[in-house]
């Protein structure tokens, strides 16, 4: 899906949740080579995937790329509230530890699951 401009008038991503936008354009300093600006929005979070390639080809499997690195990470919860993903399961827990928060927190990950609580003065 081409479009004419993949940015509002405020510079902000237009990109739908589970949709991707591109245009293409041609550099000052390499005027004979076309490149993509390429946006995807994760359908999942809302999170914005953008890139710069030579080919749509590339830029869909950097994307690709992203979305089996995001998939692989830690999601903590307080509650249901998300509070943040990690690469590890210590890193994890130990901002749990110094977030501040106090009740149950949740670690979700690709086939993992943890759950515990933090007390107000374990901090």
Known sequence: MSTNSINDNN??????QGKENYITFRPAHR???IFY???????GDGELFSCVAPSL???RKRRDEWLRKK????????????????DTIS???QYAQTSGYTGVFNLLGKDYRDSWYVFANDK
């Open 11 to 16: 510079g902000s991503c237009v990109c739908e």
């Open 71 to 86: 998939s692989e990470r830690y999601k903590l919860f307080i509650g249901i509230k998300k509070i943040g993903e990690f």
């Open 31 to 33: 005027p004979r080579q």
């Open 37 to 43: 600006q390429y946006d995807f929005r994760y359908a």
């Open 91 to 93: 890193q994890a827990k």
């Open 57 to 59: 080809e590339e830029c």
